[in-house]
């Protein structure tokens, strides 16, 4: 079980979730997840700081585009296709020669 001051909660204006960060104590890598307002709830009764900050943008940006599902059979090709010398010409067709 973590200690309480091993969490870094962050809180987002507008937003009914927040992102726990913490250490893994077992691979001593830092690793986030969302938690709920219920869960952020119980998490501050128990004595928590919370860190509240302004809503990430990214949050409310729309992709211009939608591109389609890589399959198996296209990461294999783009595989093959990195073993090339000119690689980043093939995926770039508007790059200038050079």
């Keep these: 079980m973590l200690p309480l001051d ?3 909660v962050e809180c987002f204006v507008g937003l009914a979730r927040a992102s726990v960060a913490f ?3 077992r691979c001593a890598r830092r690793d986030a997840a969302w938690i709920d307002a219920g869960e952020l709830c119980a998490i501050a009764a128990a004595g928590v700081v919370l860190h509240v ?3 990430p943008s990214e949050i ?3 992709p211009s585009f939608v591109a389609p599902v890589l399959s198996g059979d296209d990461l294999i ?3 093959f296709l990195l073993e090339r010398a000119d690689w980043f010409e093939q995926v770039d067709p508007h ?3 050079g």
């Design 6 to 8: 091993a969490l870094h």
């Design 23 to 25: 250490v893994c104590r």
């Design 53 to 55: 900050s302004a809503r």
């Design 60 to 62: 409310d940006e729309h």
């Design 77 to 79: 090709d783009f595989h």
């Design 95 to 97: 790059r200038e020669a």
